[in-house]
């Protein structure tokens, strides 16, 4: 990651959604709809918020709170910050994030084939702990991630 680099993360708003289908479209096989993130901006148990670098639109996270257990339901970078660190901040910050919320559990699910992805989410100390078959509409295995904080 560059030091020098700006870094600013904050809430997404409507005014973010055309940058993050972008991403959404480099990064998926099978991206979110417009619409789905839309309704994220208002979901009560959602925190939606994106990366930027030097002002401009790095990556975004969103994930769920429910009760004492958080879901991240989906994180990209853009392919032009990636294996830069900002996936790794982004994610720490959401962790501290969620930690602070009183969350006992993390769960996400990664595509098993996603090595990239799934380097991260070891490194920040996720474990596999199931498998989903065919999850995803390339029917592509997904793997069930979780993370037990203190």
């Known amino acids: 990651m560059d030091a020098a680099a700006a870094i600013r993360i904050r809430r997404a708003d ?16 099978s991206p979110w709809t417009v619409d789905f993130f839309r309704c994220e901006l208002y979901n009560p148990v959602s925190f939606f918020y994106i ?34 660190g900002y996936g790794e901040y982004l994610l ?23 090595n990239a992805a799934r380097n991260l989410y070891d490194k920040m100390g996720f474990k596999i702990v199931g498998k989903k078959a065919k999850y ?6 997904a793997l069930i991630l979780a993370r037990f904080l203190e």
């Open 14 to 29: 409507e005014r973010d959604i055309g940058e993050i289908m972008i991403i959404e479209k480099m990064s998926f096989t």
């Open 92 to 114: 720490r910050w959401a962790i501290e994030r969620i930690r602070g919320k009183g969350v006992a559990t993390i769960t996400l699910e990664v595509n098993e084939k996603n």
């Open 136 to 141: 995803y509409e390339n029917n592509d295995n």
């Open 51 to 84: 990366i930027e670098v030097r002002k401009l639109l790095a990556g975004y996270i969103l994930f769920w709170i429910l009760k004492n257990e958080a879901h991240i339901a989906n994180v990209a970078i853009h392919p032009d910050f990636r294996k830069r």
